[in-house]
C-alpha cells in the first residue's frame, strides 16, 4: 500500500517545493511508475526524519527532543491536507499513521468526567481510516457521520478542523459527534479531554485546526443505529452552455429544501469539457417514494434533451445500509492517487439562498468560476474518475443544516469550528489542478487563480467563513473565516496557555505566522498576500 510510505502526500504539490518547482512528483494517471530515468529527484516539501510512532512515549520522546534542539516539527497521519500542513522542509515528522488498535464499540459509553451515558459509542487510533472504520460499522448494525475518501485518517485533520460528510446535514459535523479524545499535550503531558474534563482543550481540539494543540491519539464518536439510505447518481453533459448554467439555477432554487429533507452528497461541475455535470447525494431521513418525489425536478430537468446532450447516469437507488451504498455509488469514483491542487472555499448561507435574487446571484458567480478555472489536459466527457478529477467547482451538500444537539448538554459552542456551519447549507468548493511535475510558475499561476474565484464567493457572502481543511491557502482573513473572533480569542488563549514556545505550529494554524521557516517552500503568489499570521 502506497499509503504505508510516510512522505506520500495526497496533494502531490504539497510534496514538491512550490517556490521553486523541486520535488520528485509522479504522473498521476500512472502512479505506480517512478519519475523518468532523466529527473533529478529533490527532497522538496518532505521531512528530512519521521519518528513512526506506536506508543505514547514515541510521541513524548519527539516532542522533547524539538523541543530542545529546536528542530521544527509537524504532524502527519495520512497525508490528506490541502495546505501543507503535514509537510515541510528541514522538519522531523511524527508519524501516527500506525496508531491503529483494535476499533473497540461502546453499548453506553461514559465520557471523562459525565456521570451520564452518551449511547453507542466506536473508539478507534489516531491513524485508523474511514475505509475500516465503515467496515467495523456495517460489521457492528450501526454507522458514523465520517469523510467520503476512504484513506483519510479519522483521528487526523479531519476531525480538528471540524471534519464533514455527506451525512452532516442530518446527522451533524465530525466534531457535534466526537464524545471523548486523548491526546499528548505540548508538554509531553498525556491527557483526556471530553465535554465534562478538560472542557477548554475540548473545546480546542474540535475546530481548532491542525495539529496545534496536541497529537491526538485516541478518539471516540457517537455511533448510530443502521437504516435504509437513498441514492441519487446523476452524470450527464449538458446540451448547451446556457443549459450548463440552468443547472445552477436548479441547484439553488432547491438547495435549502433538499437540505432540510436531508439530503447530503455532492455536485462536481465543468470537468470533462466544460460542460459536464455530476450529481450524488445521500438521504437517511426519508423513504425512496419520498425521494423520488424530493428529487423529480432534477430528473425532469436532466430528462429534457434541451438540457442535456448525454444522460450517461440517473437512477435513485435504496441501499440496506450507508457502507454498501458508498461501496455502489461512491468508491467507483473516488481518485486512486493524488495530484497537484490548489482550492478555495466558501461556505454559502442558508439566507442567500433563500431569495431568489441571492439564488441567481450565486448560480452565476459558480457558472463564471467554473468557466475561468480550467484543467491543464484534456479528459474523457463521459468517465466519471475523469470528471470529478477536472471539475472545477465541487458544491459539497455537508453543511450541518437540520442537526440538533442530541447528547445530554451538548452545545454548538462546545466546539471552537466558525459558526458560519450552522448557518449555511453548501460548502463551495474552487479547484485548479495541475500536473504532479508542474513548473512554480504553473503553481502559482493556479493558486492565483483559486484566490481570485475565491473573492467572487467571498463578495457574495462576506460575513460567512470557510472549512479551513479546504480552504484558500492564502486566504485574506483566516480568523474570521476558520473561527470568527470570539472562539479565536479563546482558542488563542488556550494555545498560549499549553504551547507557550508554539512548538506545535503549522500554516494558519492559531499561533502560526506565515514567515516561519518550515513554510519557505510555499507557492510564491504576487497577489493574496502570504505574510498574514493567525
Known sequence: MLFHVPELLWGTNWATCQATGQGCGLNFSDPIQSVPSSSVCFQGSVSNYYINVSDVSHVQAGLSFARKHRVPLIVKNTGHDYKGRSSG???????????????????????????????????????????????????????????????????????????????SPKFGLGVDNVLEMKVVLPNGTYVTASRCHNQDLFFALRGGG????????????????????????????????????????????NANKWASEGWGGSIFAGGGGRTVIGFQVYNMAISLDDAKASMQPLFDFVAS???SAQVIESDITSFPTIWQAYQAKLVPILESA?????????????DLLAESAGQKAVAAALAQISNDLTFPTSASQTDPLSVNYTAPVQILMTAPY?????????????????????????????????????????ISTAFSAVH???????ALAPDSGAYQNEADVFETDPVGAYWGKENYNKLKAIKNAIDPDNILTCWDCIGSVRTDNRYQCYPDVAGPSNKNSA
Open 338 to 350: 493524488g495530484i497537484g491542487v490548489a482550492l478555495a472555499s466558501r461556505l454559502i448561507p442558508s
Open 210 to 253: 491542525g495539529s496545534a494543540f496536541g497529537v491526538v491519539w485516541k478518539v471516540t464518536s457517537r455511533a448510530w443505529d443502521t437504516r435504509e439510505v437513498q441514492v441519487v447518481n446523476v452524470l450527464f453533459a449538458a446540451a448547451s452552455i446556457s443549459a450548463y448554467n440552468a443547472f445552477f439555477d436548479l441547484a439553488t432554487q
Open 305 to 307: 434533451s434541451n438540457n
Open 402 to 442: 437540520g442537526y440538533k444537539p442530541v447528547s445530554p448538554g451538548e452545545s454548538f459552542a462546545d466546539s471552537s469550528v466558525t459558526p458560519a456551519w450552522r448557518k449555511s447549507t453548501w460548502h463551495a468548493i474552487m479547484i485548479q489542478n495541475f500536473a504532479s511535475q508542474a513548473d512554480k510558475e504553473t
Open 89 to 167: 522542509p528541514g522538519t522531523l515528522a511524527l508519524w501516527t499513521h500506525n496508531v491503529q488498535p483494535e476499533i473497540e464499540l461502546s453499548a453506553n459509553f461514559t465520557p471523562a468526567g459525565c456521570h451520564v451515558g452518551a449511547g453507542k459509542a466506536v473508539t478507534y487510533g489516531a491513524g485508523q481510516q474511514w475505509e475500516g472504520l465503515y467496515k467495523f460499522a456495517e460489521a457492528n448494525d450501526i454507522f458514523l457521520v465520517g469523510g467520503s475518501d476512504l484513506t483519510v485518517g479519522a483521528a487526523g485533520g479531519w476531525i480538528l478542523g471540524g471534519g464533514h460528510g455527506f451525512l
Open 452 to 458: 481570485a474565484a475565491g473573492d467572487k464567493l467571498r
